[in-house]
C-alpha cells in the first residue's frame, strides 16, 4: 500500500514562504489524486486544496491567491506552497490521497509554527 | 465556506452506542452523497472509517456505520470498544471540486 511521508521547515517567520513536501512510497505519484489539509491547534481539519495527477488544481476559496501545488514525477513527491504567512497558517499539514471523493490513504502530517 | 457542525464530544461506556451527528447545509451534506468520516489520532496518520454517507473501508469493522437525513449526517459506533477513543471529524464534497470538514468530536470510552 502507498505510504505517505510529509516534512517541512517546522519554523517559518511571518511574511515568509512555506515550502512542503510529500514523499510517496509504494506506489507512483502519477497513479493518484492528492489533496492537502491542515489542522490548526484545537481546530478541525481545514481542505487546503487538490492536485490531480495530470497536475489540475483546486484551491480553498480563501487560500486561492497565496497556495501553489506540484507534483514531482522524477522523485516521486509532491509539493506545497503558502505565501505570505502569518500565525494564522500555524497548524499540522497533512498530505493525502484522493480516490472518487474519499481521502483514503493519509501521512503522519508535519508540524508548521510561524512565529518570528 | 463553513465548517460541519459536529458535537465537541461523546462517550459510551464498552459496548453501548454512540452516534456523533454533522450538520451542514444543502451546499454540501444535503446536496451530495460524498460524505466520510475520518478517526484521528495524534501523532497518527488519520483514518478513513465511513465513506459515500455509509460505506465501511475493507478492515473497518462492522461496528461503523454511517448514514445521512437531510442535511445531517451522522456516524454510529455500535459496541464501543477501547480503541475507538478518537477525534471523529466528517467530510463533505461541496461543490465545485471543493470539500469542508467538520468542527471535531471527541470520542470517550467510559
Known amino acids: 500500500q502507498v505510504q505517505l511521508q510529509e516534512s517541512g521547515p517546522g519554523l517559518v517567520k511571518p511574511s515568509e514562504t512555506l515550502s512542503l513536501t510529500c514523499t510517496v512510497s509504494?506506489?507512483?505519484?502519477?497513479?493518484?489524486?492528492w489533496t492537502w489539509i491542515r489542522q490548526p491547534p484545537e481546530k478541525g481539519p481545514e481542505w487546503i486544496g487538490h492536485?490531480?495527477?495530470?497536475?489540475?488544481?483546486n484551491f480553498n476559496p480563501a487560500l486561492k491567491s497565496r497556495v501553489t501545488m506540484s507534483l514531482d514525477t522524477s522523485k516521486n513527491h509532491l509539493s506545497l506552497i503558502l505565501n505570505s504567512v502569518t500565525a494564522a497558517d500555524t497548524a499540522v499539514y497533512f498530505c493525502?490521497?484522493?480516490?472518487?471523493?474519499?481521502?483514503?490513504?493519509w501521512g503522519q502530517g508535519t508540524t508548521v509554527t510561524v512565529s518570528s | 465556506q463553513s465548517a460541519l457542525t459536529q458535537p465537541p464530544s461523546a462517550s459510551g461506556s464498552p459496548g453501548q452506542s454512540v452516534t456523533i451527528s454533522c450538520t451542514g447545509t444543502s451546499s454540501d451534506v444535503g446536496g451530495y452523497k460524498y460524505v466520510s468520516w475520518y478517526q484521528f489520532h495524534p501523532g497518527k496518520a488519520p483514518k478513513v472509517m465511513i465513506y459515500e454517507v455509509s460505506k465501511r473501508p475493507s478492515g473497518v469493522p462492522d461496528r461503523f456505520s454511517g448514514s445521512k437525513s437531510g442535511n445531517t449526517a451522522s456516524l454510529t459506533v455500535s459496541g464501543l470498544q477501547a480503541e475507538d477513543e478518537g477525534d471523529y471529524y466528517c467530510s463533505s464534497y461541496a461543490g465545485g471540486n471543493t470539500y469542508v470538514f467538520g468542527t471535531g468530536t471527541k470520542v470517550t470510552v467510559l
Open positions: 493525502a490521497t484522493d480516490y472518487n471523493y474519499v481521502l483514503d490513504v
Open positions: 509504494g506506489g507512483s505519484i502519477s497513479s493518484f489524486d
Open positions: 492536485i490531480g495527477r495530470k497536475g489540475n488544481t
